[in-house]
């Protein structure tokens, strides 16, 4: 039975979850394998409408059960209060699964945060604040907090002074704030432990018994590809790996055992936060966008910059994450343009190129060139196949699909859970 990835293609927010909770109900599990609640999902259930920050979409599926793996960073506080609204709009969360080996965001994490980005200045990367980065950096200099540590006292006492030595350092002396208290720390911490001990297994194990015995797992990511680490646009990118390799160490899943890996793509472009966006609209156009579209990030309640659609970004994530499909959503969001711009190329030092340039002052220097497709006025979030769309929509899906390098194989016409053209079954 297939093991699916389920990734942005852009720079996130590309409707990530409701594809997750509209494959939910066909899928044994959902796993996030990366990030933390810096990443923020919109799911639109009937009337009902859902902002997830942690916790996997597929929690929403009664069916599916739902696992945050050892590549997520957690903070405890943030997962208990998602958790607790769920539970009491009557969402069961009793399946939820949470590796042992997940980091745990601590306060000290979220303080080093808030102080170095305010400390950046005019050079701020423009994190969410939520302790993510100094959680991965802390992971890889070894002195990280992992959630089975909450159940040795004597370790996580250890642990916690460790990384305390060099970050009261930092904050006494560079950024003249009050040193924290180690035993405080563990103090809180342990207060989790009780709460989050039915939650907790060993992920890796769990998920590669559910494949041997042919269940079907969906990996979700948060973020985009334009976004990651190692591939995005750096240094304005998340600390984790959004794309699909990320799924395999963040879940302990081999790369054999993946069948389908589905990028997400708005029928235009958003970003939020600091960072280089060559189709970025400073109009009216680009303030339509972001109105009809309702382009406010979900985690930050920030407004997202809004942009005309990028063929060079798609096929960029077409080649780094190996996509098989495009899931396209908020195609609903361009009715009512009478003609609307596709970003097919980059002009860089006068020079055309269309492949995403890897030297940053590049990226930083590029200038869309655009073709642009005619649009269309009817409303299309009552169409249920392909050819109930009118024809320039059609024409839009079809010149989008030949210029990003993978099949469409899915359409969102609407916010709804409902809202979906399915053209090719992604299992």
């Not at 597929?58 to 599916?64: Q, V, Y």
């Not at 907790?200 to 797992?217: I, Q, R, Y």
């Not at 097919?344 to 869309?368: C, M, N, T, W």
């Not at 699909?401 to 016409?413: Q, Y």
């Amino acid at each position: 039975m297939p093991a699916l990835v389920l990734l942005g293609a852009q720079w996130g927010d590309e409707g990530k979850g409701k594809a997750t909770d509209l494959l939910g109900g066909s899928v044994d599990y959902v796993v996030r394998y990366q990030g933390g609640n810096n990443a923020g999902h919109t799911v639109v259930v009937g009337d009902q409408k859902y902002a997830l920050h942690l916790l996997p979409s597929g929690i929403l599926t009664p069916e599916c059960t739902p696992v945050i793996g050892n590549g997520v960073v957690v903070d405890p506080s943030v997962l208990f209060s998602e958790l607790n609204g769920l539970n009491e709009r009557g969402v069961d969360t009793s399946k939820l699964l949470i590796s042992g080996n997940a980091h745990i965001i601590t306060p000290y994490n979220v303080t080093v945060d808030k102080v170095t980005e305010r400390f950046l200045g005019k050079r701020k990367i423009g994190t969410t604040g939520r302790g993510i980065g100094p959680t991965y950096a802390d992971k890889i200099n070894r002195v990280g907090i992992r959630v089975q540590d909450l159940y040795d006292e004597s370790i996580l006492t250890q642990k916690v002074e460790a990384a305390l030595d060099g970050k009261n350092q930092l904050l006494t002396k560079v950024f003249n704030r009050r040193a924290i208290e180690a035993a405080q720390v563990v103090e809180e911490l342990l207060t989790y432990a009780d709460r989050l001990k039915p939650y907790v297994a060993d992920t890796v194990l769990v998920l590669n018994k559910a494949l041997d015995d042919d269940k079907v797992v969906l990996f979700e990511g948060g973020q985009g590809t334009l976004l990651d680490i190692d591939h995005g646009t750096y240094p304005f990118v998340t600390s984790s790996n959004p794309t699909a390799g990320g799924a395999c160490t963040g879940s302990g899943v081999g790369p054999t055992k993946i069948n389908r890996v589905i990028g997400i793509l708005k029928a235009y472009t958003t970003r939020v936060g600091a960072g280089p966006f060559p189709t970025e609209l400073f109009d009216e156009d680009g303030e339509a966008l972001r109105r009809i579209g309702r382009e406010r990030g979900v985690t930050t309640g920030r407004d997202r910059r809004c942009g005309w659609f990028d063929a060079v970004i798609a096929r960029y994530a077409t080649r780094v994450n190996g996509l098989t499909d495009f899931f396209l959503t908020k195609l609903d969001v361009l009715t009512g343009w009478e003609q609307i711009p596709v970003c097919v190329a980059y002009e860089i030092d006068g020079k055309r190129v269309e492949e995403l340039p890897y030297s940053q002052s590049d990226f930083h220097h590029a200038k869309p060139i655009y073709e642009t497709l005619p649009g269309w006025s009817e409303d299309i979030t009552k169409a249920k196949s392909f050819s109930d769309l009118p024809k320039n929509a059609q024409a839009y899906v079809k010149a989008l699909e030949e210029m990003s390098g993978a099949p469409i194989s899915a359409i969102g016409v609407g916010p709804g859970r409902t809202e979906t053209i399915e053209i090719n079954s992604f299992i």
